[in-house]
């Protein structure tokens, strides 16, 4: 199971964090990642990280402003969200897999419900 939250409204340049706690047979995840969705848009992989060697994965319109990571002890992943754009409103979803691609933009088969991140201009 994911939980996701840290979702709201902030001004455009302004900072978020979510987070993602996941239970349940987490010693069999590869990897966790953040994809989102803008109304009328499919949904985009944002960021991914695999558990072995902790490497990540961006999208290129997030690079040098987010950053995911990861806390093994609370099996929780973070996206610290940078310098927040209006273009990056959408709904946020964890997501976790057991085989997890590298770099590790696929593999994902289990998702947790969105979180809704509004950018203001």
């Known amino acids: 199971q994911l939980q996701a939250s840290g979702g709201g409204l902030v001004q455009a340049g302004g900072s978020l964090t979510l987070s993602c706690a996941a239970s349940?047979?987490?010693?069999?995840?590869?990897?966790m990642a953040w994809f989102r969705q803008a109304p009328g848009k499919e949904r985009e992989f944002v960021a991914g990280?695999?558990?072995?060697?902790?490497?990540?994965a961006y999208t290129d319109s997030v690079k040098g402003r987010f950053t995911i990571s990861r806390d093994s002890a609370r099996n929780t992943v973070y996206l610290r969200m940078n310098s927040l754009k209006p273009e990056d409103t959408a709904v946020y979803y964890c997501a976790a897999g057991l085989v997890v691609s590298i770099p590790p933009k696929r593999g994902y088969d289990y998702w947790g419900q969105g979180t809704q991140v509004t950018v203001s201009s």
């Open positions: 349940g047979r987490t010693s069999s995840l590869g990897g």
């Open positions: 990280i695999r558990y072995g060697g902790s490497m990540s």
